[in-house]
């Protein structure tokens, strides 16, 4: 089982990326529920919740890239998206796609987003530059 990044790169402020996160080997419609997200980590800065997506695509974005960014996902590709819009350079860091899967109940991408411990697996990151 594997989540595998892909899409990062160098852009100057302003600029667009797309980021792919490829799930394979977890069943993710065999849960009650599940939340995929997107975290980052900027160099010296401790890893932070940016974007999460619930299972009936209930959406929940750190204040500081809503509008900017976009999380989506394609069930039947088991793949997880965040295009990114308007990047600033403070965007800049190494971006990590994460799940979290549910035995029972709803699965709460606010509580995820601000605790992102709860996630059960990690991708490898791909890394986002932005420059000014």
């Known amino acids: 089982a594997a989540l595998v990044e892909s899409g990062g790169g160098s852009v100057q402020a302003g600029g667009s990326l797309r980021l792919s996160c490829v799930i394979s080997?977890?069943?993710?419609?065999?849960?009650?529920?599940?939340?995929l997200g997107w975290v980052r980590q900027a160099p010296g800065s401790e890893r932070e919740g940016v974007a999460i997506?619930?299972?009936?695509?209930?959406?929940t974005y750190a204040d500081s890239v809503k509008g900017r960014f976009s999380i989506s996902q394609d069930s039947a590709k088991n793949t997880l998206y965040l295009q990114m819009s308007n990047l600033k350079p403070e965007d800049s860091g190494m971006y990590y796609c994460a799940a979290r899967f549910i035995e029972e109940g709803p699965c709460d991408s606010d509580d995820v987003l601000e605790n992102i411990g709860l996630f059960h697996a990690w991708g490898q990151g791909t890394q986002v530059t932005v420059a000014s």
């Open positions: 080997g977890y069943f993710l419609h065999g849960y009650s529920d599940y939340c």
């Open positions: 997506i619930a299972h009936d695509d209930t959406m």
